[in-house]
């Protein structure tokens, strides 16, 4: 497998990503009938990096299998799940004992669902949790800034997440991150159902993250919302990064980027001219020899049939292509 790290060297310098993801396959054990077992395959050989400082988004369909990538780096995975490949944070195998550790304090999670907070506990009390006694005033203090940065009132602290609308919850959410002192942030689909501003508003909490020295990683479904703060966009196609582009690289009428899904989805934006494919995503139980995205591809060639192609650097990004050099 390439190294990603070498994508926009000149950027970051001798700088090390953060969380390095290698390869990693996830599928699910099912019974199909009777007592007969079988392998449900949703991520397939999955790459990439994050780095402190930058944003990452990971845009796919939805319920195409990105938020498993999420829960498969913080370590709460269903005990009927089967991971392979390897995880790095800081330079050490990342370990599923070494993510319960970091879980909520290194790496936090952002969730797509409000829900997620408890209804039965005070705001203040999520945001801050168990601390001793003689921390609790040095806490509360840096909560009550947090709530000032993000235009929360004093009064919210005391309130339970009923009480308060959906973007004074989604502030909460990137409140408990802001707290924990985290250096990786993983938010799930947190735009959606959003109005402009509001979508705008959420969306510059995480570019705040990011020029605080966050590694952030938006996953999304949404190409346009990720475009506005990322520095990179990694697209997610049937379980797998078909390629990793700088946001730079999303111009005209797709000439810089190097797969021909990207492109599509590019052009299939209304701005430019609503251009869209035939055919749909293959489904998680389809068996697939060669590349995911053969059946709807116009450059496909009879090698595409036959084999993955690897994820490779090309032209300052990364693609998983036969066809690009």
Request: hydrophobic share 35%; net charge neutral; charged share 25%.
């Amino acid at each position: 497998m390439t190294n990603t790290s070498q994508i926009n060297v000149e950027k970051r310098g001798k700088t090390e990503a953060l969380l390095k993801v290698k390869d990693i396959s996830l599928s699910f054990t099912q019974y199909a009938s009777g007592l007969r077992q079988t392998d449900l395959k949703v991520i397939s050989n999955l790459s990439m990096e994050a780095y402190s400082g930058e944003i990452l988004a990971v845009v796919g369909s939805s319920g195409s299998g990105k938020s498993l990538l999420a829960h498969a780096i913080l370590g709460i995975l269903p005990s009927n799940a089967k991971l392979s490949g390897a995880m790095e944070y800081d330079g050490h195998d990342l370990t599923q004992k070494k993510k319960e550790e970091l879980r909520g304090k290194d790496i936090v999670l952002i969730p797509q669902s409000t829900t997620y907070l408890d209804p039965l506990m005070r705001i203040s009390s999520q945001i801050i949790g168990s601390v001793d006694a003689k921390n609790a005033d040095s806490r509360m203090k840096l909560q009550r800034e947090i709530f000032r940065k993000y235009d929360l009132k004093p009064e919210v602290e005391r309130m339970f997440p009923h009480e308060l609308s959906g973007g004074m919850l989604r502030r909460v959410l990137v409140s408990t991150a802001v707290m924990r002192s985290s250096k990786i942030v993983i938010a799930d689909e947190p735009t959606p159902g959003l109005d402009e501003n509001n979508l705008n508003e959420t969306l510059s909490y995480f570019k705040d993250m990011a020029n605080r020295g966050y590694a952030v990683i938006l996953i999304t479904h949404d190409i346009e919302a990720a475009l506005k703060i990322s520095d990179k966009i990694a697209i997610f196609y049937a379980g797998t990064i078909l390629e990793i582009a700088n946001t730079d690289d999303f111009t005209g009428e797709g000439e810089k980027l190097r797969h021909p899904y990207t492109r599509a989805l590019w052009n299939a934006l209304p701005q430019n001219k609503f251009r869209a494919i035939k055919g749909h995503q293959p489904m998680q139980d389809e068996v697939l020899e060669g590349c995911f995205f053969y059946e709807r591809c116009s450059t496909r060639n009879e090698v595409c049939s036959k084999c993955v192609p690897d994820l490779k650097i090309c032209n300052g990004g990364m693609v998983r292509c036969n066809n690009v050099s």
